[in-house]
Structure formats: structure tokens, C-alpha cells
């Protein structure tokens, strides 16, 4: 049996030379983002924020060596090898754009654009520069997400036929609460949808390796002000959909759910088995068969290759959502210094998010089914305008 020591380190990047770190905005995913850049073993070289005494204030809290005045400024340094943007959706897409001209490789977080057009030409100028682009689906970085794909790849559950997922969270709950992401001037024209619904259709074509073809989809906004101001932004969408192969399903994604906090599963029905993961409960997988539910829990000897990879401490010893955004990191980096890890999702896999959202808002704006292009780059003719960053300030 391996010993801990066996473990350690093992998937870390090498740091024959430490790839140099910058992250733009300060908030909570930037302190998320930090922590997976160092384990993978990378340099925190620069942060900057919404001002710079608050780059400053970050880059003392999260172990920066230094602040920069703001993300242009960042992006401009030549030290620094890889931008991570953590910031306001509405400046995701004229940052990663800068970043991509100025040769960096990028890592942005969800969704790459406010608009699906600006997400697919990223996508496309990302691979035309031959940068190395992610977006941190990290849920398809915990090992049982990574065994349900291998196990239905292989056939075990038969044909999929039925799919049945829910991301539901609270923090939204009360009309007292707000945040910046209810305003689509900032936010985008989705709010649920395209923060935590995005991952849940993210994992559903991850793990069945099929695509949604067609959907029908309803949201509402329940309160439709927050501390005295308008809401422009769902609160909770359901969705019917459909699979190009034929299974059908059903999501509802939810900020207003009491008593959930990120609660996001997935159970997968096949004509021979099903196949259930929780994100709360991401050490198990609960097999249904006819004749009774096994409870798979992770074990490296039991596991397929690519769940065992991401096992990075033996059974017993719990593994969660900073572990699986390590997980993301550590393959993106790699993916910068040698050949890309299967299952990274690149700027494609943001694009295609945003697809899919302009389909929910556009059936349920509508009232009818929409159909869903297969994912595949689409070329634009957008281009990245600086004063688009004008009027917006990341935290």
C-alpha cells in the first residue's frame, strides 16, 4: 500500500522553471485561484483589483509579491506567464482578450463573455495565438465525476436514456440579499443560469459524451428588487432537454433554494444501470441496479486510470472542491509546459456554456423549444474594444 509520502507531489508541475502567476480581481475565487496556483506549484507573481490600494491589501493577504495598478497593467507585465481573471462578468471577455494578444496564456473564469458571440471569437483567437486557454469547469476534476464518464464510455450503464440533475443554493434567498451579479449591466443577461447552472450542463456532456440538441426552458425572478433596486436577472430556471442520442432530461437551477448551500447532482439512467454524484458528497458514487444501489467509494484500487490520477491522497482522507479546482490548475499548467491532460475545459467548453444559456433565456423568453447547434468554435468578426472596460470595476 502507498504511504502518504508515496502520494504527495505527485501530479504537481515541475519547477524546473516556476511559472509566474497573475490573477486580476481580489475576491473570493482570486484567494480560490491562488491557493491552486501555489499547490501546482507556480510563482504568485502579481495581483491587481478594483483599485490599487485594494491590490495592495489583496497581494499582502494572498501572498503576492506585488500589486499591480489595475488588469491592463497586469496583462502588460512581461514576467508574467499566465492571467487568471477573476473578476465582474461583463470585463471576463475585453480582459482574456487582452491577454491573449499580449501572448499569456489564460485561465477565466465562467462565462467567458456576456455575449455568446465574444465567447466564440475568444475561443477561436485563443487557438489562432496557440495560447493555452482555460475555464474552471472544476467539477469534472473530482475522481468520481472522472470514473461515472469512464463507466458509461464503457457501457455501464447500458444506453443512456434519462437524465436527471439540480444545482441549488440559498445565498439569494432573501430580498435583502444582493450582489453585483443581479444587475445584468454587470452580471450578463443570466444570472443563475450562467453562474452554477453552466456547470451542471458542463458535467452532463462531459460525462455522457453526448450533447444537448434542443431544450425548453422557464425562469423566474422571485423578488424582483433587492436593497431597493430593480432585478434584471433570473433567480431560478427549469429546463427539458434533450440529447443529440436520443435521452432526454430535466435540470433546475436555483439561488433562492432554502437550505442548500451548493448543492449540484447529477444522476444518469441507463437501460441497465444508473449513476448518481453529489458535489456534497463528492467521495461516493451511488450505483443503482435493479436488484440494488452500490455506494463506490473512492478507492485508487477500485478506480478507473483518470479518477486514480486525481486521487492525490489515499482513501480515507477526504477530497473537495479546493481539491478538485487544484486538480483544474495543476492540469492547466500542465497543459502549458507538455502535453494537455484529457479533460481540461478550454475557452471551446466556456463558449459552448454560453450557447447554452442564450438557448434557456431565449426558450423561456419565447415559450417554445430551442434548437442547440452542436459545440464546435463559431467565427466572429467581434473584436475586443477597450472601452468596454471603461465603465467596469472588478473586485
Request: net charge negative; proline share 5%; glycine share 10%.
Amino acid at each position: 500500500m502507498l504511504c502518504y509520502a508515496d502520494w504527495k507531489g505527485s501530479n504537481v508541475v515541475g519547477d524546473a522553471r516556476k511559472l509566474q502567476i497573475g490573477i486580476i480581481g481580489g475576491g473570493f475565487m482570486a484567494a480560490v485561484h491562488s491557493r491552486a496556483a501555489t499547490t501546482a506549484g507556480a510563482e504568485l507573481a502579481k495581483i491587481a483589483s478594483s483599485t490599487p490600494v485594494k491590490g495592495e491589501a489583496a497581494a499582502k493577504e494572498l501572498g503576492f509579491r506585488s500589486a499591480a495598478s489595475d488588469g491592463l497593467a497586469l496583462i502588460a507585465d512581461p514576467s508574467i506567464d499566465v492571467v487568471h481573471i477573476c473578476t465582474p462578468n461583463a470585463t471576463h471577455q475585453p480582459l482574456a482578450w487582452a491577454a491573449i494578444q499580449a501572448g499569456k496564456h489564460v485561465v477565466c473564469e465562467k462565462p467567458l463573455a456576456t455575449d455568446s458571440a465574444l465567447a466564440g471569437s475568444l475561443a477561436l483567437e485563443a487557438a489562432a495565438r496557440g495560447v493555452v486557454a482555460a475555464v474552471p469547469f472544476v467539477y469534472r476534476f473530482h475522481p468520481m465525476v472522472r470514473e461515472a464518464r469512464a463507466r458509461i464510455s464503457a457501457g455501464g450503464v447500458g444506453a443512456v436514456s434519462t437524465i436527471i440533475g439540480h444545482y441549488l443554493q440559498d445565498w439569494l434567498l432573501t430580498p435583502g440579499d444582493n450582489n453585483w451579479r443581479v444587475n445584468s449591466s454587470s452580471g450578463g443577461r443570466s444570472r443563475a443560469f450562467a453562474d452554477i447552472g453552466s456547470h451542471l450542463v458542463d458535467l452532463i456532456e462531459f460525462v455522457t459524451g453526448d450533447y444537448i440538441q434542443s431544450l425548453c426552458a422557464v425562469t423566474s425572478t422571485v423578488h424582483p428588487m433587492r436593497s431597493g433596486q430593480a432585478v434584471t436577472t433570473e433567480d431560478l430556471a427549469a429546463v427539458l432537454f434533450r440529447l443529440a442520442g436520443g435521452a432526454t432530461g430535466t435540470l433546475l437551477v436555483s439561488q433562492v433554494a432554502a437550505g442548500h448551500k451548493n448543492d449540484l447532482r447529477l444522476e444518469i439512467f441507463g437501460t441497465e444501470a444508473s449513476i448518481q454524484f453529489s458535489q456534497e458528497q463528492p467521495e461516493i458514487l451511488q450505483i443503482g441496479r435493479r436488484d440494488g444501489t452500490e455506494v463506490l467509494v473512492r478507492d485508487s484500487a477500485v478506480l478507473g486510470l483518470d479518477a486514480a490520477r486525481l486521487s492525490i491522497v489515499p482513501p480515507g482522507h477526504p477530497m473537495g472542491y479546493q481539491d478538485a479546482f487544484n486538480g483544474f490548475v495543476r492540469d492547466t499548467y500542465q497543459a502549458i509546459q507538455g502535453p494537455k491532460p484529457d479533460g481540461l475545459p478550454t475557452f471551446n467548453d466556456g463558449a459552448r456554456a454560453n450557447q447554452i444559456t442564450d438557448a434557456v433565456l431565449d426558450s423561456a423568453h419565447h415559450q417554445r423549444w430551442v434548437d442547440v447547434a452542436p459545440p464546435a468554435p463559431t467565427r466572429s468578426a467581434v473584436r475586443f474594444h477597450p472601452e468596454l472596460l471603461k465603465e467596469e470595476k472588478y473586485a
